[in-house]
């Protein structure tokens, strides 16, 4: 049940008990040495007083001149007894009183423990005492008692535990009302994050924590939560963008089509011609949804970590010698070649790194004319390879080069469907070239064509 209690409590509750608790804990065992260190020294002190007491006892008594009389005499004791509450007996062999103070009650035989100073607890009394056996200078042995009452002693010991106590008692609810107070203003950023976090929503991503005060955890807290925020808002900006993006780029080719088939159902049945132009279109448009949704599904794989890499360990320069033979063949107009193929042998997904590079290829392809060149080297550059691919097709402007490997984005929109292209090849390539931990640049002007130079470890 309790800790059911600790573990459903707030946190401050728990920060001010614990406080609480070591604090008091800590009052607790102070105020316990100061009590143990007062009696330690009031005993000792006590003991100090016996032991003085039956010492010059002891030598008045030998040095007396006639010591039988003497021991009789009340100032004889008067004489001794400098401490309060320390009393003295003197007593012959057969232990029998011969002189005592005022207030000796006979609690102790005054014939044991001998020359050893002792402390006992009688009932409610605590008493130090010192038992000696005297050989006189007439011969006679007799035997003397000091014993000291330590009564005042334990009665301001126990005035001084009491004020210890109150003193406790009051410390501890001292401490749970600054413990909470400081626990509410050390806790208050941590208020103030769970606020921002209520307020935010997917529809609201804008609100900040304000980050002030010295850069302590919770400070470096409210900043990644700002970071974390910040990261989810530009997240699902893109997811947004994104879906914007697929929808608008499949509701074009599903319009095309529900129109060829509304074309078809009117005037298809009859004219051969323009049933054949609207299955060529249809296919055409199914062929365009099909690689589009295929690349869609490939970005997807890649961002939930379901594109798995096949590395195998391949040369480069084949692949380079594979990729341009094959554009050739679909692009016998433009002139591809290579001016440098390196030979090296490079650890990698081969189908991927093909993938890449028609992709890039075909990307030159669209936006260089007739005649155009276009160039794919690899250099070998010691533990990492580097490709460039460079045409002097139409290039791309300064400005948006930054903006080329964002999904769906086209340079040229009002000829995006007449080159075919989605706006997201240069999406697909650069999650290849990060997957293989590599790096992409672009360098291009608008008219001068176009450099992308790719290194790979």
Known sequence: MRINFFRFTKISLKLTM???????????????????????????????????????????MKD????????????????VQFNENVDINIADINCNIL????????????????????????????????????????GKIVYLQVIKDMENEYGFMKILFVLMAIADAIGMLISILIGFIISKRVLKPIDNITTTAQSISIHD????????????????????FNEMIERLKS????????????????RTPISIIQGYINLMDRWGKEDKAVLQEAIDAIKNETSNMTEL??????????????????????WLNELINEVIKESRIVSPNRDIYSKQNDSQRIFAD????????????DNSIKFTSEGGKIEINAINDGDNARIIISD??????????????????????????????SGLGLSIVKWIVDAHGGSISVKSAAGKGTDITIILP
Request: proline share 2%.
């Open 392 to 421: 002097n097709g139409i290039g791309i402007p300064e400005e948006e080069i930054p903006l080329i490997f964002n999904r769906f984005y086209r340079i040229d929109k009002a000829r995006a469907r007449g080159t075919g292209g």
């Open 18 to 60: 614990i406080y609480a608790l070591l604090f008091s804990f800590v009052l607790i065992l102070l105020n316990a040495s100061i009590l143990y260190g007062v009696k330690y020294f009031l005993v000792h002190q006590a003991i100090q007083q016996v032991e003085n007491t039956s010492s010059v006892m002891v030598d008045k």
């Open 293 to 314: 949704i295929e690349k869609l599904l490939f970005l997807a794989r890649g961002e939930s970590g379901t594109q798995k890499l096949v590395k195998e360990e391949f």
């Open 99 to 138: 002189n005592s103070s005022e207030n000796y009650n006979g609690e102790i035989p005054i014939t044991t423990y001998l020359d050893i100073t002792k402390k006992i607890e009688a009932g409610e009394k605590h008493l130090v005492f010192r038992n000696s056996k005297i050989v006189l200078n007439n």
């Open 64 to 79: 007396s001149d006639d010591g039988q009389q003497e021991l009789f005499d009340k100032e004889f004791i008067r004489e």
């Open 235 to 250: 997240s699902f900006e893109k997811q947004s963008q994104f879906v914007s993006d697929a929808s608008h780029e499949l």
């Open 205 to 224: 991503l804008n609100n900040r924590i304000e980050v002030t005060g010295p850069d302590d955890e919770l400070t470096r807290l409210a900043r990644t």
């Open 350 to 361: 081969r189908r991927l790194l093909k993938q890449m590079l028609r992709a890039l290829v």
